[in-house]
């Protein structure tokens, strides 16, 4: 099983990445993905939701109208479209995937400065 995430980089406030996560190795499209980050000294914290079952989505409200999450259940990715970027989202951004197990990707740095 693995989780791999890619994408991150040092972008300008106002800026756009978009991280992709590679899954292999377990059904994906059964599985909800979830978009984490964890900012140095603080605690990790859910980014965006893509529900496995009905596609609903959901998302922290400081993120709310600059990020999307995506998936493509037919190549086993999963993308979190990170718009309008602030310094306040400088973190590691980690993909997950949910549902009788839970799976981890090890992280991609995302550095938002001038």
């Known amino acids: 099983v693995q989780l791999v995430e890619s994408g991150g980089g040092l972008v300008q406030p106002g800026g756009s990445l978009r991280l992709s996560c590679a899954a292999s190795g377990f059904t994906f499209s059964t599985y909800t993905i979830n978009w984490y980050r964890q900012a140095p000294g603080k605690e990790r914290e859910l980014v965006a939701t893509?529900?496995?079952?009905?596609?609903?989505?959901w998302y922290r409200n400081s993120v709310k109208g600059r990020f999307t999450i995506s998936r493509d259940n037919a190549k086993n990715m999963a993308y979190l479209q990170m718009n309008r970027l602030k310094p306040e989202d400088t973190a590691v951004y980690y993909c997950n995937a949910q549902n009788w197990y839970t799976y981890w990707g090890q992280g991609t740095q995302v550095t938002v400065s001038s």
């Open positions: 893509f529900a496995s079952v009905g596609g609903s989505t």
